[in-house]
């Protein structure tokens, strides 16, 4: 491990040296690479769904591992996306004159070697090999288990394109030990690596947040909520929260609790429940709730929980104030939505809830790098400091400051 990340360090001093024109030029040479191998790719990524079935894996965490030409190309996609973006490094941040007359420019600067821990999603290989490179920095990538051998493939890929262009494999690598040991080993190596970025399962970001001595950014669990106001549109709420939960309920941004004013709690579940069940969602509430529609018991176990499937709780809640208490409880920091035509109300639940992301009258589903225009993500960020929500590549820099005299002392 201390060897193969030694080599990551060295080869980052390569990387800064290329220029924004050569960096696009070589992701261009991914993308296109990456369609070329789509059969080889697909292959691989076979083996990874057999080996889930037999593993018995939700069909969430099927959906999440599986790939066909169509989620190949998207993946380059993605990549000639990362390419049209400004280069993040070297940019003049700020700039003046000192009283010494030291002209001092903050400057940004790749953060170095960053290692980043996921699950489940192939996807995320490239899709942060590409950021992390744009970016000038070296990744180290420990992908889970069940797409090991589909991992394996992308990174090849990737890594053949390097080399054609004669730069080191190890400016994209996946570590050589991914068992439980190598990984514990690889969070503490922070003589090497300068950043840790743990997505997955809230048993991952525990024990890395808990266990590492190089600094972490979290990518926690989307325990996302919608709040519908007694102020909604009714069919704009309905609309909404379909597609929060339904459309893909196997990623972090997912609804995963739908809060209702109790005032319009008669009128509204009854229509919730019908366009659910068309859906063919699971339904779990809070005793308010069960007056209502018939529905399972939703426990306090249940609102803490991340589903990624298609099930979903209700709660009845006293007004805003309600939704906000409710939140705080069992939010993750991640995206909360409410839907209202109240402007006032809005502006409460705006400025109480304390999420990455916060929406009035639109889907969760949108806390992503490419629907916030930053290209693709490195995940969602649930930390305060020093990026939050979705991680690009500006997310991926950090800054010096360049001092330049004539002479001063002091």
Known sequence: MEQFLQEAKAASRIL?????SEK?????????????????????????????????LSVALMDRLFLDEGRINAMAV??????????????????WVSEDNLKIEKVSIPIGVIGIIYES?????????ALCFKSS????????????????????????????????????????????????KLIRMDKYLDLIIPRGGAGLIKHVSQNATVS???????????????????????????????????????????????????????????????????????????A???????????????????????????GVEGAIEHIARFGS?????????????????LNAIDAAAVYVNASTRFTDGGAFGFGAEVGISTNKLHVRGPMGIEGLTTYKFKIYGNGQTR
């Open 333 to 349: 920091g991640h995206s909360e939505a409410i839907i209202t035509e109240n402007i006032s109300t809005a502006e409460i639940f």
């Open 137 to 184: 920095n070296v990744c180290v990538l420990k992908g889970g288990k069940e797409a090991e051998h589909s991992n394996r493939a992308i990174a090849k890929v990737l890594q053949d394109v390097l080399e054609r262009h004669n730069l080191p494999r190890a400016l994209i690598s996946l570590i050589p030990d991914s068992s439980r040991a190598g990984v514990d």
């Open 216 to 290: 972490v950014v979290k990518h926690d669990k989307g325990e996302c909520h919608t709040y519908i106001d007694k102020d909604a549109n009714i069919q704009n709420a309905i609309k909404i929260a379909i597609n929060a939960k339904v459309q893909r309920p196997g990623v972090c941004n997912a609804m995963e609790t739908l809060l209702v004013d109790s005032t319009i709690a008669k009128e509204i579940l009854p229509k919730l429940k019908s366009a659910f069940d068309a859906e063919h969602t699971e339904l779990k509430g809070c005793t308010k709730t069960q």
């Open 121 to 129: 999603r192939p996807n995320v290989t490239s899709d942060t090999a």
């Open 24 to 56: 696009n030029k070589i992701l261009n040479d991914m993308a296109k690479a990456l369609r070329e191998n789509s059969k080889d790719l697909e292959s691989e990524n076979a083996k990874d769904m057999a080996d889930g079935e037999k593993n018995k």
């Open 292 to 318: 209502y529609i018939d529905v399972s018991y939703a426990t306090d176990k249940d609102f803490d929980t991340e589903y990624l499937e298609n099930i979903l709780n209700l709660k009845v809640v006293d």
């Open 78 to 95: 993605a990549i000639e996306e990362i390419a049209t973006l400004k280069d993040p490094v070297g940019r003049v941040l700020d700039g």
């Open 16 to 20: 800064n040296a290329l220029s924004g």
